[in-house]
């Protein structure tokens, strides 16, 4: 039997993120039901920031500038890269 510790599955990056970082909403929704569940059986899903080893902040409700996350160590943000239905329907 092998056993992995868990931030050792992390895919290893290659190179400098970018200091803003595009999330697609559909990627959103995925993560909100896989975390719905796996908190269900107590196992936590840590948005976490691959440069610097750290838990990402969250804002639940997204910044104007559709900000979802924040990197407290390097100031890195992770930005929803589409807008909603309802957004797409105010701006057009
Ligand atoms: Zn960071």
Known sequence: MTEVAGLDTIRGLVGEPPEVIAIPYKLMETEEIARQGWNAC????????FKCKEPL???TAPREDNTMFHCPKCG???RLSDKTKKDTATTS
């Open 76 to 78: 890195r943000e992770w």
């Open 42 to 49: 107590y196992i936590a899903i840590i948005p976490y920031c």
């Open 57 to 59: 902040v969250w804002h």
